[in-house]
């Protein structure tokens, strides 16, 4: 025996409770964007030199992965720069041989910090390719003849890209 | 109005029936979730019978929403008032088992996580995402509908809504049945008859669902259903069945023409072990011709129980039906070279094998449980329970 | 730096596009054979239609040289439960009904120009690139498998549990469809599938990789020589894998 009050108050509860839920939802998310980026978290394996401004890199990544991956996959445009594994071979945890395998590597330190989940290493290696001499795909026959020496530290090999770059890039422009 | 419907002295007991609905939802999340978390490997299916348990449901589901609404339509849009009481009913069933449906299908997907991938990244090519937009637009209009079938001021707008959803209705089963019909592939599909055949098997099937859960409200309120009308919804119950096995005969008998596809219908028909089983003694024994004989029966026909039993029996039917075009339409293989004799270590050239897990179940039955508790939720709270006028059904009719 | 070295081979490509284009000589015929290497920041194009011819009759039963390369490049290992085990490529052993003449092939994805998992894919994941590749774009698949439905030749397999062994070039993972790629992160490098390479090194020469667009690749010539199928010939496909002998 409900009656039309008791009925419209049931109906507003769960009006309610739909509302918190999707607030709840949202709440984290932007909470964690405000503080992830400016918590002076430890990171570990950080190269010298990365392919943008640190701060871009630490607020923009994604849109930047995102946009090569797309590249990537849908036309077969293989640069290297802004490549998944080209990050990896760089931030590599040498420890753990990964970015994402434990909380101490490059990736988890800050998501597991901000609490976003990473989707790319369900599918995607979170470890550098072995370098087989002449295969590396990351560098291109040029840099091998340029950067013999370099080659050994990798973040070498990243000033020396940036060199390269850095007329074309800047901050604001990031993604091309 | 009807506010003594669910009477206060059976409270207790409703908010336990929806106590053991929920738990059994929530059996079927859990079970989604386990099979999320481990993959599908936990589960009966494989890359041979790729789509399994969960799919004979949410396309039962799916089917019978949209045939559920057929009830609303009689009424709005071919004015019959008996039908025209029960239209918000009808109408609050199609939302909820096409709503039980879609959870179904969408917590079996391999990446769940990724559902706002599956509405914002639309290939219009494809069955399965105009499906997509059937049902979304199919969830808006028959809400509209129900809204002007309650509320008084809207009565005027019921008809014209009512044709709009009569016809998406239509379109949305050809989208379900298409989603087989287009496949290529397979010998079991790749028939445009199977669109009509889904249409005809909703009614059959929603009708069904509509008439247990009416029996169920009548029997809860200790009300006793006029017996016109009980005589009428059993008279095309029965015309429904005898449809939907007039399809199935057009469809083995064609097969049965082409030389091509006589080695799948010898094996579903002959020798195909649990799937010849089902279709013989599920599909058609216990799903069709006994339902038909109570139906017809000059004493059971007019025992509400015997009725009810039917109506049980049909949508028994209606899941062996669909297992064996699901199923065991995957289970015959795929024949990438014909007239030759295949093997491999991909399992080529052998039938397949599936035995469903516990997780499939609950997830299946978690939707038909959903489906139950947006009803029993609904119809407390709102006024579904029809309100005939006897004497004033047998006049109109 | 890198960027004008790979300007400047744009430009000697582009000139090279040119020249060449000036020798046809009749729609389809040209004189020289273009390299085929494609520098990394250009996008595949639809001039290229990479495709696989199979001579069935080189192809020995119980030789599975194919199948083990594509399982060391593309990481796909078997867990040792068949039945949910993904295979991108397979050896079909085949025997004519009547005449008992048995034939022994590979099969894998047999990158159609018409294919059906593109058609019937609901967001697009499963898609055919500019150079005929298909693919499956795992950052939008959502495990549907309505792919794996309408695939004439069952060349695609769902990956039922987790892995954490991939190949960095070769990412699969949980909850996705997948199938043979033609190792199209060696073809963006000049390089065969792994498959066919693999079947030159062992010498079986039963497999032959090339552009179907270009009249004077090998692949072409021996298409225009040679009575060759197409799986499934009924269903119009066009597929870009092709068989000799069967």
Known sequence: MINPAKRRSVLGWLAAALSALLLAGVMPATAADEHGAHSGHKLIAKGDKCVRDEEYMRRNHMKILKHQRDDTMRKGIRTTQDSLKNCIECHVNPKTNSVASSKEDFCMGCHTYAAVKVDCFECHSSKPKAPAVGMNPIITPEQQSEGKDKQSSLSGKMRWQMQAKQASLNMGEGVK | ?397 | MSNDVDNSRRKFIAAGVAGTAGLVLAPGVTLLDMANARPAGEAASSTKRWGMLIDSTKCATGCNDCVTACGKENGVASTGRPETDPQWIRKIELKEVKSGKSHSLPMMCQHCAEPPCVDVCPTGASFKRADGIVLVDRHICIGCRYCMMACPYKARSFVHEEHDDQNPDVPRGKGCVESCTLCVHRIDKDLEPACVEACSAGNHGAMLFGDLNDANSEISKRIATYATTQVRADLALNTGVRYQGI
């Open chain 2, 1 to 397: 109005m009807n506010n003594d419907v669910f009477r206060k002295s059976k409270d207790g007991a409703f908010y336990f029936v929806l106590g053991v609905i929920g738990l059994v939802v929530l059996a079927g999340l859990g079970a989604a979730y386990y099979m999320e978390h481990h993959g599908h490997v936990v589960t009966g299916m494989t890359n041979q019978i790729v789509w399994g348990l969960p799919h004979v449901f949410a396309i039962f589901l799916i089917v019978a929403a949209s045939g559920v609404l057929n009830v609303a339509s009689i009424g709005s849009v071919f004015g019959k008032p008996m039908y025209k009481a029960r239209g918000p009913l009808a109408g609050l069933l199609a939302i909820a088992m096409l709503a039980g449906g879609l959870m179904v299908l969408m917590l079996d997907l391999g990446r769940a996580d990724r559902l706002i991938i599956a509405m914002t990244y639309l290939n219009l090519k494809s069955v399965f995402a105009l499906n997509v937009f059937l049902y979304t637009v199919f969830f808006t209009v028959v809400a509209l509908y129900l809204w002007t079938m309650m509320d008084r001021k809207m009565h005027a707008y019921s008809k014209y809504v009512g044709f709009a959803a009569f016809i998406w209705r239509l379109a949305l089963t050809t989208g379900t049945g298409a989603i087989f019909g287009f496949l290529v592939a397979r010998q079991a599909y790749g028939t445009a008859l199977l669109a009509p055949m889904f249409i005809i098997m909703s009614f059959s099937f929603g009708l069904a669902v509509f008439m247990i859960v009416q029996a169920v409200m009548y029997r809860w309120n200790d009300r006793v259903l006029d017996e016109a009308i009980q005589h009428r919804m059993k008279n095309l119950l029965a015309v429904f069945v005898a449809a939907v096995l007039y399809f199935t005969v057009v469809y083995h008998m064609t097969n049965l023409y082409f030389a091509k596809q006589t080695d799948f219908e010898r094996f579903i028909l002959l020798d195909g072990g649990v799937y010849t089983n089902l279709f013989w003694f599920g599909q058609i024994l216990l799903g069709t011709l006994a339902p038909l004989a109570i139906l017809f029966h000059p004493d059971l026909s007019k025992r509400s129980s015997w009725i009810v039993m039917a109506a049980m029996l049909v949508i028994l039917g209606g899941f062996a039906q669909l297992y064996v075009l699901l199923i065991g339409g995957q289970a015959f293989p795929l024949s990438i070279f014909p007239g030759m004799v295949e093997s491999s270590s991909f399992f080529d050239g052998r039938i397949h094998t599936y035995s469903p897990s516990l997780p499939e179940f609950l997830l299946g039955i978690g939707g038909v449980a959903a489906a139950a508790l947006i009803t029993a939720i609904a119809v407390k709270v709102l006024p579904f329970m029809p309100e005939d006028k006897v004497h004033k059904v047998i006049a109109a009719d």
